[in-house]
């Protein structure tokens, strides 16, 4: 859980960076779009390699038995 979070923070970041300095810049359109094109096509290469990497490491994002919130019958 804590590695989703810390990717998370660094996506936030970046997209922030952008919203912040490249959308209300005086940058030619092209140049902006291709800013956020390039953004997009890290992002995927950043979540499909390491994705990829630690699906063929076993990981598959399940929670663990042990976090698990216990279930009780509510009706019989």
Known sequence: ????????VGVLFVSGMIE???T???LPTWARVG???LALLVFLAYVFGLGR??????????IDAG???DQVATAA
Do not use: H, K, M, N
Not at 1 to 8: H, K, W
Not at 53 to 62: F, L, N, P, V
């Open 1 to 8: 859980v804590g590695t989703v979070a810390l990717g998370l």
């Open 35 to 37: 800013i956020g094109v």
């Open 20 to 22: 912040g300095f490249v």
């Open 53 to 62: 990497a630690a699906y063929r490491r076993g990981e598959t994002g399940d």
């Open 67 to 69: 976090l698990l919130e």
């Open 24 to 26: 209300p810049s005086g």
